[in-house]
Nanobody, 124 residues
Framework: QVQLVESGGGLVQAGGSLRLSCAVS????????MGWFRQAPGKTREFVAI??????YYADSVKGRFTVSSDNAKNTVYLQMNSLKPEDTAVYYC???????????????????WGQGTQVTVSS
């Protein structure tokens, strides 16, 4: 059984930092793409970042502030979030999908397993 468990969310002031973790079990971690998405109240879910066999890619809104990384030995993917803004407030989800090429990684439907989400709140 595949499980993704996020942690690390919380309340932070604007300009601060948080690091989210996503622990993966039941899947050969290094053989899959790992993405991060977020959903703010009243908004649709949006792509944040992905790490896969070809590198790491980011939404324009977080590029230069967020960094995705992975520790294969721990089956864990991280999202380091710096220079946080109030508009980053959302529930953040990690997701996993079989390795693929192309830009379908920005689409949530291309992922087959999701975590439960962790709340990030940035105060102004």
């Amino acid at each position: 059984q595949v499980q993704l468990v996020e942690s690390g969310g919380g309340l932070v002031q604007a300009g601060g930092s948080l690091r989210l973790s996503c622990a993966v079990s039941g899947r050969a971690f290094s053989s899959y793409d790992m993405g991060w998405f977020r959903q703010a109240p009243g908004k649709t879910r949006e792509f944040v970042a992905i790490i896969n066999w070809s590198g790491d890619y980011y939404a324009d809104s977080v590029k230069g502030r967020f960094t995705v990384s992975s520790d294969n030995a721990k089956n864990t993917v991280y999202l380091q979030m710096n220079s946080l803004k109030p508009e980053d407030t959302a529930v953040y989800y990690c997701a996993s999908r079989p390795q693929s090429s192309g830009r379908a990684y920005v689409t949530g439907a291309s992922y087959d397993y999701w975590g439960q989400g962790t709340q990030v709140t940035v105060s102004s």
